[in-house]
């Protein structure tokens, strides 16, 4: 199984293809819904955005309260189509990748295509299972919006399924 | 009379709302091992491989099978021999859920106003309390994700439609789902009655264990011919094809006008989490 790290280059991701299964290794940022929309009123006012997001992974996802002596708590994806009118102003601002669960629209397929980025699947409703893939935790900015604050997180090994790649390919398509 | 101390109620909601995101129902841990042995696609079996560890995890390392700890929909059957005492009993379900929802490490996952929302907060539940004969509380929490929750359908048919016409919105709505809601699903159904009230028993069919039926024979039959259908869609375990789109369906009916047919679909993730006491 091919092993990818982040951030991410476009000479990694010209390699991958739809429906093919890799590990990621690296540092990852999680941002959901309001996130999104805080970023994105950002990069739009040409403001300078709050988190480095050149070759940058977001991952879709708001974990559960840290119990005592784990790294994380509970920290599976959320459904992606909701970031779907956010996500090519941030691949238009640098991000390299997605991950997430379910189908994208047409529009955000299109400008995977044209940024040469890649969006990925994990296991879906697996929270408890993907936290032993995680190593580190922190919390970067937006702490106000609690789980949906955006953290970035350490992973090793973390499961992935390619579903839309660079060329476009659409697993679900 | 018998007397219940609101406290207790407290208590008891607090475990359930733990122990529903923490432990998969057995009946529902069931099916998807029968699942994981009937699929062949190889995908499949490694994602329902996937979703058997990590109820195995969660339990092993009490961490919430979803980070979605879904919004707390408590279900009462409150004998009307009862007496609960010491407090309102819709205020101590409500501290029961924050209570539960902190204390097991779960999502802050609710805002106070749909609109203004704010800071995500642990309370807000939504109550259903029906009174029932005996002096007895059944309590059920059931933890819904949200994910799942915003796939719901409701259609008012006319009367002269028949179930090819039901099934059919069924299966469209699971189509309209598709990956997005964590396939395999357990989908809820609710036939008859008011639309509200037909939405109530799509969302109280999931409570019931898969493996049984409500005692109507009509029923149970129109529950196995939309789950076979299902199970040919290929959607399969996250929209990546196979045999297991669906785990279960289940059907509620009730009276209705003889102006209407309301159908409400309810659909569950694969991780449906219910916990259930007796006081």
């Known amino acids: 199984m091919r092993r990818i790290t982040s951030p991410l280059t476009k000479a990694q991701i010209k390699n991958l293809k739809a429906g093919e299964e890799v590990l990621l290794s690296g540092a990852i940022y999680t941002a959901r819904d309001q996130a999104h929309r805080r970023l994105c009123e950002a990069v739009v006012k040409g403001k300078k955005p709050p988190i480095e997001l050149e070759g940058q992974i977001i991952y879709y996802c708001g974990p559960t309260q840290t119990p005592p002596g784990q790294i994380i708590g509970s920290c599976g994806p959320t459904t992606s189509a909701r970031m779907d009118e956010f996500t090519p102003i941030l691949l238009k601002a640098g991000i390299a990748g997605m991950i997430g669960k379910g189908r994208r629209s047409k529009e955000v397929v299109a400008a995977i295509k044209k940024y040469g980025a890649v969006y990925f699947l994990t296991y879906a409703g697996c929270a408890a299972l993907l936290t032993q893939y995680v190593k580190e935790k922190t919390c970067v900015v937006y702490q106000d919006l609690g789980p949906e604050a955006i953290y970035k997180i350490t992973v090793e090994n973390f499961p992935l399924i390619v579903a839309i790649d660079a060329k476009g390919r659409d697993i679900y398509a | ?279």
Not at chain 2, 17 to 33: E, G, M, S, T, Y
Request: proline residues 4%.
């Open chain 2, 1 to 279: 009379m018998r007397t219940i101390k609101v406290d207790r109620i407290t208590q008891v909601v607090a475990e359930l709302c733990i122990r529903a995101n923490l432990f998969l129902r057995k009946d529902v841990l069931n099916a998807l091992r029968q699942a994981y042995f009937r699929e062949k696609s190889k995908m499949a079996r490694c994602i329902l491989g996937a979703i058997i560890k990590n109820a195995k995890i969660a339990r092993q390392k009490r961490l919430p099978l979803c980070q979605d700890t879904g919004i707390a929909v408590v279900f009462l059957e409150l004998g009307q021999d009862v007496r609960i005492t010491g407090g309102n009993l819709n205020t101590a379900i409500n501290k029961g859920i924050e209570l539960g929802y902190r204390k097991g490490y779960l999502r802050d996952s609710m805002v106070a106003h749909p609109l203004l929302r704010g800071k995500p907060v642990f309370s807000g539940g939504v109550i259903h309390i029906d009174l029932v004969k005996g002096s007895r509380i059944k309590i059920t929490v059931l933890a819904k994700g949200f994910g799942c929750e915003n796939k719901t359908a409701l259609k008012m048919f006319k009367p002269t439609a028949g179930w090819k016409e039901v099934k059919h919105f069924i299966i469209e709505t699971v189509k309209n789902a598709g990956p997005d809601a964590c396939p395999p699903y357990i989908v809820g159904v609710g036939l008859g009655g008011t639309a509200e009230y037909a939405m109530f028993l799509a969302k109280k069919a999931l409570l019931r264990k898969i493996t049984t039926t409500t005692g109507y024979a009509f029923n149970a039959k129109l529950e196995s011919d939309c789950l076979k259908d299902l199970n040919q869609l290929n959607l399969g375990p996250m929209g990546l094809g196979g045999k297991t789109t669906a785990l279960a369906v289940n059907i509620e009916t009730h009276p209705t006008h003889i102006t209407g047919l309301p159908v409400a679909v309810n659909i569950s993730c694969h991780a449906l989490r219910s916990a259930t006491t007796v006081l």
